[in-house]
Protein backbone atom coordinates (compact mmCIF):
# COMPACT_ATOMS: atom_id res chain seq x y z
CA UNK A 1 0.00 0.00 0.00
CA UNK A 2 1.24 3.47 -1.00
CA UNK A 3 1.28 5.49 1.78
CA UNK A 4 0.49 9.47 1.57
CA UNK A 5 0.86 12.40 3.31
CA UNK A 6 -2.12 15.60 2.13
CA UNK A 7 -0.95 18.65 3.58
CA UNK A 8 -3.77 20.88 2.75
CA UNK A 9 -6.15 18.52 3.55
CA UNK A 10 -9.00 20.55 3.80
CA UNK A 11 -8.76 22.52 1.13
CA UNK A 12 -10.55 21.95 -2.00
CA UNK A 13 -7.55 20.30 -3.67
CA UNK A 14 -7.18 18.32 -0.42
CA UNK A 15 -10.77 17.08 -0.18
CA UNK A 16 -10.73 15.89 -3.77
CA UNK A 17 -7.71 13.80 -2.98
CA UNK A 18 -9.53 11.83 -0.31
CA UNK A 19 -12.27 11.36 -2.64
CA UNK A 20 -9.41 9.69 -4.53
CA UNK A 21 -8.02 7.51 -1.89
CA UNK A 22 -11.70 6.54 -1.25
CA UNK A 23 -12.28 5.25 -5.05
CA UNK A 24 -8.85 3.61 -4.92
CA UNK A 25 -9.76 1.12 -2.39
CA UNK A 26 -7.25 0.28 0.01
CA UNK A 27 -4.01 0.94 -2.55
CA UNK A 28 -3.40 4.07 -1.04
CA UNK A 29 -3.35 4.97 2.38
CA UNK A 30 -3.70 7.79 5.04
CA UNK A 31 -0.48 8.74 7.06
CA UNK A 32 -1.03 12.08 7.68
CA UNK A 33 -3.03 14.93 6.93
CA UNK A 34 -2.62 18.68 7.68
CA UNK A 35 -4.86 21.71 7.64
CA UNK A 36 -4.48 25.72 8.02
CA UNK A 37 -7.26 25.80 10.55
CA UNK A 38 -10.21 23.96 9.51
CA UNK A 39 -10.79 21.72 12.94
CA UNK A 40 -14.14 20.83 12.35
CA UNK A 41 -13.12 19.25 9.06
CA UNK A 42 -9.97 17.67 9.64
CA UNK A 43 -10.93 16.37 13.04
CA UNK A 44 -13.82 14.20 10.78
CA UNK A 45 -11.57 13.34 8.24
CA UNK A 46 -9.38 11.69 11.56
CA UNK A 47 -12.27 9.92 12.10
CA UNK A 48 -13.19 8.22 8.45
CA UNK A 49 -9.57 7.76 7.25
CA UNK A 50 -7.69 6.88 10.51
CA UNK A 51 -4.08 8.61 10.16
CA UNK A 52 -1.45 8.33 12.27
CA UNK A 53 -0.29 12.32 12.26
CA UNK A 54 -2.50 15.21 12.14
CA UNK A 55 -1.20 18.56 11.97
CA UNK A 56 -2.34 22.11 12.13
CA UNK A 57 -0.44 25.12 10.88
CA UNK A 58 -2.50 27.77 12.83
CA UNK A 59 -0.83 27.62 16.15
CA UNK A 60 -4.21 29.21 17.87
CA UNK A 61 -6.13 26.20 16.85
CA UNK A 62 -3.92 23.93 18.23
CA UNK A 63 -5.76 23.62 22.04
CA UNK A 64 -9.28 23.30 20.09
CA UNK A 65 -7.70 20.50 17.61
CA UNK A 66 -6.21 18.34 20.50
CA UNK A 67 -9.64 18.82 22.61
CA UNK A 68 -11.75 17.64 19.33
CA UNK A 69 -9.33 14.38 19.11
CA UNK A 70 -8.91 13.64 22.74
CA UNK A 71 -8.75 9.90 23.06
CA UNK A 72 -7.63 9.84 19.73
CA UNK A 73 -3.98 7.69 19.73
CA UNK A 74 -2.45 9.33 17.19
CA UNK A 75 0.40 12.29 16.99
CA UNK A 76 -1.15 15.79 16.67
CA UNK A 77 1.69 18.69 15.60
CA UNK A 78 1.31 22.04 14.82
CA UNK A 79 3.00 24.83 12.85
CA UNK A 80 5.66 25.14 9.36
CA UNK A 81 7.63 22.72 11.74
CA UNK A 82 4.66 20.21 12.11
CA UNK A 83 4.03 20.46 8.03
CA UNK A 84 7.80 19.43 7.44
CA UNK A 85 7.66 16.77 10.20
CA UNK A 86 4.84 15.04 8.13
CA UNK A 87 6.22 15.91 4.44
CA UNK A 88 9.37 13.83 6.08
CA UNK A 89 8.37 11.31 7.95
CA UNK A 90 9.74 8.22 7.37
CA UNK A 91 6.92 6.23 6.79
CA UNK A 92 5.43 8.34 4.12
CA UNK A 93 5.68 7.40 0.01
CA UNK A 94 3.90 9.87 -1.18
CA UNK A 95 3.05 13.58 -0.37
CA UNK A 96 0.52 15.74 -1.73
CA UNK A 97 1.35 19.46 -1.52
CA UNK A 98 -1.93 21.38 -1.28
CA UNK A 99 -1.23 24.08 0.98
CA UNK A 100 -2.96 27.54 -0.36
CA UNK A 101 0.15 29.92 -1.13
CA UNK A 102 3.64 30.63 -0.24
CA UNK A 103 2.75 28.34 3.16
CA UNK A 104 3.39 25.06 1.04
CA UNK A 105 7.22 25.89 0.15
CA UNK A 106 9.43 24.89 2.98
CA UNK A 107 7.44 21.38 3.63
CA UNK A 108 7.61 20.44 -0.21
CA UNK A 109 11.11 21.38 -0.35
CA UNK A 110 11.88 19.27 2.35
CA UNK A 111 9.93 16.73 1.42
CA UNK A 112 11.88 16.39 -1.87
CA UNK A 113 15.02 16.60 0.52
CA UNK A 114 13.97 13.66 1.82
CA UNK A 115 13.51 12.02 -1.20
CA UNK A 116 9.68 11.56 -1.02
CA UNK A 117 7.72 11.66 -4.10
CA UNK A 118 5.59 14.79 -4.02
CA UNK A 119 2.48 15.69 -5.92
CA UNK A 120 2.51 19.31 -6.41
CA UNK A 121 -0.97 21.29 -6.61
CA UNK A 122 0.84 24.49 -4.94
CA UNK A 123 1.76 26.66 -7.65
CA UNK A 124 3.34 28.79 -5.28
CA UNK A 125 6.12 26.31 -4.72
CA UNK A 126 7.56 26.57 -8.39
CA UNK A 127 6.65 30.32 -8.79
CA UNK A 128 8.58 31.66 -5.47
CA UNK A 129 10.95 28.71 -5.41
CA UNK A 130 11.57 26.95 -8.75
CA UNK A 131 14.93 27.04 -8.72
CA UNK A 132 15.23 25.19 -5.16
CA UNK A 133 12.52 22.77 -6.06
CA UNK A 134 14.16 21.62 -9.17
CA UNK A 135 17.83 21.57 -8.40
CA UNK A 136 16.10 19.16 -5.70
CA UNK A 137 13.93 17.19 -7.76
CA UNK A 138 16.12 16.96 -10.51
CA UNK A 139 18.76 14.83 -8.44
CA UNK A 140 16.25 12.21 -7.95
CA UNK A 141 14.83 9.85 -10.87
CA UNK A 142 11.03 10.07 -10.64
CA UNK A 143 9.83 12.89 -11.32
CA UNK A 144 7.56 15.84 -9.73
CA UNK A 145 3.82 14.79 -10.29
CA UNK A 146 1.83 18.01 -11.48
CA UNK A 147 -1.88 17.95 -10.48
CA UNK A 148 -2.95 21.13 -12.23
CA UNK A 149 -4.82 19.89 -14.73
CA UNK A 150 -3.29 21.86 -17.44
CA UNK A 151 0.70 20.74 -16.04
CA UNK A 152 -0.39 16.86 -15.80
CA UNK A 153 -2.18 17.39 -18.96
CA UNK A 154 0.94 18.54 -20.75
CA UNK A 155 2.92 15.49 -19.17
CA UNK A 156 0.88 12.99 -20.31
CA UNK A 157 0.79 14.50 -23.69
CA UNK A 158 5.12 14.47 -23.72
CA UNK A 159 4.67 10.43 -21.86
CA UNK A 160 6.74 8.88 -24.22
CA UNK A 161 8.29 11.35 -26.12
CA UNK A 162 12.26 12.33 -26.67
CA UNK A 163 12.43 15.61 -24.56
CA UNK A 164 14.19 17.09 -27.74
CA UNK A 165 10.82 16.79 -29.99
CA UNK A 166 9.52 19.03 -27.94
CA UNK A 167 8.56 22.30 -29.65
CA UNK A 168 6.30 24.65 -26.95
CA UNK A 169 3.99 23.90 -24.43
CA UNK A 170 0.27 25.25 -25.10
CA UNK A 171 -1.51 25.49 -22.12
CA UNK A 172 -5.57 26.43 -22.43
CA UNK A 173 -7.40 28.86 -20.33
CA UNK A 174 -10.93 28.62 -20.25
CA UNK A 175 -10.95 32.78 -20.05
CA UNK A 176 -13.45 32.73 -16.77
CA UNK A 177 -16.65 34.80 -16.54
CA UNK A 178 -15.47 37.84 -18.49
CA UNK A 179 -13.81 36.87 -21.56
CA UNK A 180 -16.71 39.03 -23.45
CA UNK A 181 -16.66 41.45 -21.21
CA UNK A 182 -15.07 45.28 -21.75
CA UNK A 183 -12.63 46.54 -20.14
CA UNK A 184 -15.28 49.40 -18.23
CA UNK A 185 -17.08 46.78 -16.99
CA UNK A 186 -14.28 44.52 -15.61
CA UNK A 187 -13.70 48.00 -13.44
CA UNK A 188 -17.26 47.54 -11.64
CA UNK A 189 -16.95 43.64 -11.30
CA UNK A 190 -18.50 42.45 -7.71
CA UNK A 191 -16.77 39.50 -6.18
CA UNK A 192 -19.73 37.56 -6.50
CA UNK A 193 -19.67 37.97 -9.83
CA UNK A 194 -15.75 36.84 -10.11
CA UNK A 195 -16.63 33.96 -8.21
CA UNK A 196 -19.21 32.03 -10.45
CA UNK A 197 -16.79 30.53 -12.79
CA UNK A 198 -18.32 28.75 -16.07
CA UNK A 199 -16.32 25.73 -16.48
CA UNK A 200 -14.57 24.61 -13.00
CA UNK A 201 -15.27 24.30 -8.93
CA UNK A 202 -12.54 25.30 -7.12
CA UNK A 203 -11.22 27.68 -4.03
CA UNK A 204 -11.92 31.34 -3.72
CA UNK A 205 -8.09 32.48 -4.57
CA UNK A 206 -7.58 30.48 -7.66
CA UNK A 207 -11.20 31.46 -9.08
CA UNK A 208 -10.65 34.52 -8.72
CA UNK A 209 -7.37 34.61 -10.17
CA UNK A 210 -8.94 32.57 -13.23
CA UNK A 211 -10.89 35.54 -13.74
CA UNK A 212 -8.08 37.81 -14.26
CA UNK A 213 -5.92 35.79 -16.09
CA UNK A 214 -3.08 35.45 -12.90
CA UNK A 215 -3.96 32.27 -12.64
CA UNK A 216 -2.78 31.45 -16.12
CA UNK A 217 0.26 33.75 -15.62
CA UNK A 218 1.04 31.86 -12.37
CA UNK A 219 1.17 28.48 -13.99
CA UNK A 220 3.04 29.43 -17.48
CA UNK A 221 6.11 30.15 -14.22
CA UNK A 222 5.07 26.88 -13.21
CA UNK A 223 5.11 25.22 -16.69
CA UNK A 224 8.95 26.85 -17.15
CA UNK A 225 10.16 25.17 -14.20
CA UNK A 226 8.37 21.64 -14.75
CA UNK A 227 9.26 21.60 -18.31
CA UNK A 228 12.56 23.43 -18.16
CA UNK A 229 11.23 25.93 -21.17
CA UNK A 230 12.11 29.25 -22.22
CA UNK A 231 9.17 31.55 -21.79
CA UNK A 232 9.02 31.63 -25.68
CA UNK A 233 8.33 28.42 -26.00
CA UNK A 234 5.16 28.34 -23.79
CA UNK A 235 2.17 30.01 -25.18
CA UNK A 236 -1.36 30.68 -23.86
CA UNK A 237 -4.75 30.32 -26.01
CA UNK A 238 -8.41 30.81 -24.36
CA UNK A 239 -10.50 27.63 -24.72
CA UNK A 240 -13.94 28.91 -23.17
CA UNK A 241 -15.24 24.69 -22.38
CA UNK A 242 -12.28 23.42 -20.79
CA UNK A 243 -11.99 20.03 -22.42
CA UNK A 244 -8.44 20.25 -23.47
CA UNK A 245 -6.64 20.80 -20.94
CA UNK A 246 -3.72 21.70 -22.31
CA UNK A 247 -1.30 20.82 -25.34
CA UNK A 248 2.07 19.85 -26.65
CA UNK A 249 3.16 21.01 -30.18
CA UNK A 250 6.57 18.80 -31.25
CA UNK A 251 9.21 19.60 -33.68
CA UNK A 252 7.30 17.89 -36.98
CA UNK A 253 4.30 19.94 -36.27
CA UNK A 254 1.91 17.30 -34.57
CA UNK A 255 0.21 19.01 -31.57
CA UNK A 256 -0.82 16.41 -28.64
CA UNK A 257 -3.29 16.77 -26.02
CA UNK A 258 -5.39 15.70 -23.04
CA UNK A 259 -8.95 15.87 -23.15
CA UNK A 260 -11.18 14.79 -20.15
CA UNK A 261 -14.09 16.35 -17.42
CA UNK A 262 -13.24 19.53 -15.84
CA UNK A 263 -12.81 17.37 -12.58
CA UNK A 264 -9.93 18.17 -10.83
CA UNK A 265 -9.79 13.92 -9.33
CA UNK A 266 -8.86 12.85 -12.49
CA UNK A 267 -5.12 14.71 -12.34
CA UNK A 268 -5.10 14.03 -9.03
CA UNK A 269 -5.61 10.10 -9.27
CA UNK A 270 -3.03 10.16 -12.23
CA UNK A 271 -0.65 11.79 -9.65
CA UNK A 272 -1.18 9.05 -7.01
CA UNK A 273 -1.09 6.22 -8.96
CA UNK A 274 1.35 7.34 -11.52
CA UNK A 275 2.90 5.65 -14.06
CA UNK A 276 0.11 2.98 -13.70
CA UNK A 277 -3.90 3.87 -14.45
CA UNK A 278 -6.60 2.98 -12.83
CA UNK A 279 -10.63 2.44 -13.16
CA UNK A 280 -12.61 5.00 -11.35
CA UNK A 281 -16.39 5.79 -11.14
CA UNK A 282 -15.62 10.19 -12.06
CA UNK A 283 -17.54 11.53 -15.05
CA UNK A 284 -16.30 10.72 -18.17
CA UNK A 285 -16.27 13.33 -21.35
CA UNK A 286 -18.77 12.75 -24.09
CA UNK A 287 -17.41 13.83 -27.02
CA UNK A 288 -20.54 14.65 -28.60
CA UNK A 289 -22.25 16.43 -26.32
CA UNK A 290 -19.48 18.94 -25.98
CA UNK A 291 -20.89 20.47 -29.35
CA UNK A 292 -18.19 23.24 -30.99
CA UNK A 293 -14.98 24.18 -29.12
CA UNK A 294 -12.76 26.75 -30.03
CA UNK A 295 -9.20 28.37 -29.06
CA UNK A 296 -8.48 32.09 -29.36
CA UNK A 297 -5.61 34.28 -28.39
CA UNK A 298 -5.81 35.82 -24.79
CA UNK A 299 -6.74 39.90 -25.27
CA UNK A 300 -3.77 41.93 -23.48
CA UNK A 301 -5.40 45.18 -23.10
CA UNK A 302 -7.84 43.39 -20.86
CA UNK A 303 -5.88 40.57 -19.31
CA UNK A 304 -2.60 42.48 -18.02
CA UNK A 305 -2.04 39.76 -15.20
CA UNK A 306 -1.03 37.63 -17.75
CA UNK A 307 1.58 39.84 -19.54
CA UNK A 308 2.44 41.03 -15.75
CA UNK A 309 3.05 37.20 -15.28
CA UNK A 310 5.45 36.60 -18.47
CA UNK A 311 7.70 40.03 -17.17
CA UNK A 312 8.20 38.47 -13.63
CA UNK A 313 8.99 34.98 -15.01
CA UNK A 314 11.24 36.45 -17.48
CA UNK A 315 12.91 38.90 -15.19
CA UNK A 316 13.47 35.53 -12.59
CA UNK A 317 15.01 35.86 -9.15
CA UNK A 318 12.87 37.03 -6.65
CA UNK A 319 10.48 38.91 -9.00
CA UNK A 320 7.63 36.11 -8.97
CA UNK A 321 7.32 35.79 -5.25
CA UNK A 322 6.56 39.71 -5.98
CA UNK A 323 4.26 38.73 -8.31
CA UNK A 324 2.70 35.99 -6.56
CA UNK A 325 2.42 37.75 -3.08
CA UNK A 326 1.40 41.08 -4.38
CA UNK A 327 -1.69 39.42 -6.36
CA UNK A 328 -2.57 37.22 -3.07
CA UNK A 329 -2.96 40.38 -1.12
CA UNK A 330 -4.43 42.71 -3.85
CA UNK A 331 -6.90 39.64 -4.30
CA UNK A 332 -7.39 39.02 -0.63
CA UNK A 333 -8.51 43.16 -0.80
CA UNK A 334 -11.25 42.87 -3.31
CA UNK A 335 -12.61 39.69 -2.13
CA UNK A 336 -13.11 42.25 1.51
CA UNK A 337 -14.12 44.81 -0.83
CA UNK A 338 -11.41 47.24 -0.40
CA UNK A 339 -10.71 47.13 -4.05
CA UNK A 340 -11.99 46.95 -7.48
CA UNK A 341 -11.72 44.38 -9.78
CA UNK A 342 -9.07 45.53 -12.09
CA UNK A 343 -7.04 47.26 -9.40
CA UNK A 344 -5.93 43.58 -8.54
CA UNK A 345 -3.50 44.15 -11.66
CA UNK A 346 -2.60 47.73 -11.14
CA UNK A 347 -1.51 46.97 -7.58
CA UNK A 348 0.69 44.32 -8.74
CA UNK A 349 2.08 46.37 -11.64
CA UNK A 350 3.21 49.15 -8.87
CA UNK A 351 4.69 46.41 -6.44
CA UNK A 352 6.41 44.69 -9.27
CA UNK A 353 7.94 48.23 -9.88
CA UNK A 354 8.94 49.02 -6.66
CA UNK A 355 10.86 45.40 -6.01
CA UNK A 356 12.38 46.52 -9.55
CA UNK A 357 13.55 49.83 -8.26
CA UNK A 358 15.15 48.00 -5.04
CA UNK A 359 16.98 45.72 -6.81
CA UNK A 360 16.33 42.10 -7.18
CA UNK A 361 17.93 39.14 -5.36
CA UNK A 362 18.63 36.57 -8.19
CA UNK A 363 18.56 33.34 -6.42
CA UNK A 364 16.67 33.96 -3.15
CA UNK A 365 16.76 30.98 -0.96
CA UNK A 366 14.32 29.97 1.21
CA UNK A 367 14.72 33.22 4.14
CA UNK A 368 14.66 35.53 1.77
CA UNK A 369 11.78 34.33 -0.01
CA UNK A 370 10.18 34.29 2.51
CA UNK A 371 11.27 38.17 3.67
CA UNK A 372 10.26 38.97 0.28
CA UNK A 373 7.07 37.90 -0.25
CA UNK A 374 6.57 39.49 3.21
CA UNK A 375 7.77 42.51 2.03
CA UNK A 376 5.47 42.84 -1.11
CA UNK A 377 2.36 41.75 1.14
CA UNK A 378 2.97 45.39 3.04
CA UNK A 379 4.09 47.15 0.03
CA UNK A 380 0.51 46.13 -1.13
CA UNK A 381 -1.17 47.98 1.54
CA UNK A 382 0.99 50.85 1.38
CA UNK A 383 0.15 50.87 -2.60
CA UNK A 384 -3.72 50.86 -1.59
CA UNK A 385 -3.62 54.09 0.74
CA UNK A 386 -1.09 55.69 -1.54
CA UNK A 387 -2.51 54.80 -4.83
CA UNK A 388 -6.04 54.31 -4.62
CA UNK A 389 -6.94 56.95 -1.65
MG1 LIG B 1 -4.91 24.94 -13.58
Redesign the pocket.
Known amino acids: MKKIAVLGATGSIGRQTLEVVDQLQGEVGVFALSAHGNVDLLAEQVDKYHPQVVAISDQSKLPLLRRRLSGWPGRVLSGEQGLVEIATAPEVDLIVSAVVGVAGLVPTYAALQAGKQVALANKETLVAGGHLIMAEANKRNSPLLPV ?3 HSAVFQSLMGQDPTALKKIILTASGGPFLRSSLAEMEKVTPEAALAHPTWRMGEKITIDSATLM ?1 KGL ?1 VIEAHWLFGLDYDRIEVVIHPQSVVHSLVELVDGSILAQLGPADMRLPIQFALTYPERRVNTFSRLDLTSVGEIGFYPPDPQRFLSLQLAYAAGRTGGSMPTVLNAANEEAVRLFLGRRIGFTDIWRIVEVVMGEHDKQGLDQAPDLEAIIAIDQWARSAVKSCVRKVLK
Do not use: K, L, P
Open positions: DSENE
